[in-house]
């Protein structure tokens, strides 16, 4: 149970703004505590930041915290309240600690030393608008390269859909359409005609020069690439690949 004297009733209606020199990481967690408050279901806001939770209890707080309490997406209330509680850090209160593990995450702020961040992940501003934190988050899901800059509109789509292993084949195009497209290849026998047998594993096709590395490994390889000119030639293996098995342009 918290103590009633760390303890602070934030009227939302109101506040007093200073302009610091720099985006300090006091006015990042007084950021976090705005968010918090901009919760319409909140009641009660915990903070392990004593600097912080000593602001927003003098009413003095910095641009960004004041910015993001003046765009509220719900109405305000007059004389609504909010209780803004002061926590000691680490304590092992659950909402806390997954607070502070998603802004280490966004700020890349961590001391431990067998996490390693690429050296275009090593900066110091913070991510602090939206359009910063979605492509923040997009970059982190990204698995494979996108396509070369060079590449055609029509290169660059094929190699998004050889990545996705939704490049036309026989194999799925048996599914949709049984009687025009067999699921075996035309120059196999008992093999499945997939994508990654007529691109990279088929032996036999007339048109496709051998791979030196026919398998698994090879192909995902090749796939992971980021050089444009071996995104060109699988591109352009594929195509061959596809026409030779009956499937046009």
Same mark, same amino acid.
């Given at each position: 149970?918290?103590?009633?004297? $760390?303890? !602070?009733?934030?009227?939302?209606? =109101? !506040? ?12 990042? +967690?007084?950021?976090? &505590?705005?968010?918090?408050? =901009? ?7 915990? #903070? ?22 003046? $765009?509220? !997406? ?19 209160? @659950?909402?806390? +600690? ?6 280490? +995450?966004?700020?890349?702020?961590? /001391? ?42 029509? /290169?660059?789509?094929?190699? @998004? =859909? ?11 195009? !048996? ?16 093999? #499945? ?23 698994? &490994?090879?192909? +995902? ?8 000119? #071996? ?7 594929? @195509? #061959?690949?596809? =026409?030779?098995?009956? &499937?046009?342009?």
């Amino acid at each position: 149970t918290a103590n009633t004297r $760390q303890a !602070s009733f934030i009227e939302v209606n =109101r !506040s007093t703004v200073y302009q610091p020199r720099t985006q300090t990481q006091l006015a990042l +967690e007084e950021a976090g &505590i705005a968010l918090a408050l =901009r919760n319409p279901g909140s009641t009660f806001v915990l #903070t392990d930041s004593k600097a912080a939770y000593r602001n927003f209890c003098k009413g003095y707080i910095g641009p960004i915290a004041h910015q993001i309490l003046t $765009q509220l !997406s719900s109405p305000r209330s007059e004389g609504e309240w909010k209780q803004l509680i002061w926590i000691p850090g680490h304590c092992g209160v @659950r909402g806390n +600690e997954l607070a502070h593990a998603s802004a280490r +995450e966004l700020l890349f702020r961590t /001391s431990d030393p067998g996490i390693s961040h690429p050296p275009s992940a090593m900066r110091m501003d913070p991510l602090l608008t939206y359009a910063d934190i979605l492509e923040h988050q997009r970059l982190e899901r990204r698995k494979l390269p996108p396509p070369g800059p060079n590449l055609s509109k029509e /290169s660059q789509v094929a190699w @998004r =859909r050889l990545q996705t292993l939704s490049y036309p084949n026989p194999y799925i195009l !048996s599914k949709i359409d049984p009687d025009t497209y067999a699921s075996q290849c035309r120059f196999c026998a008992n093999k #499945t005609a997939t994508l990654y047998h007529i691109v990279w594993e088929c032996p036999h096709n007339p048109p496709m020069q051998p791979r030196t590395q026919q398998n698994i &490994i090879g192909w +995902e390889a090749a796939l992971s690439s980021s050089d444009p000119k #071996t995104q060109e030639a699988l591109v352009k293996r594929a @195509r #061959t690949a596809a =026409r030779a098995n009956g &499937i046009p342009d």
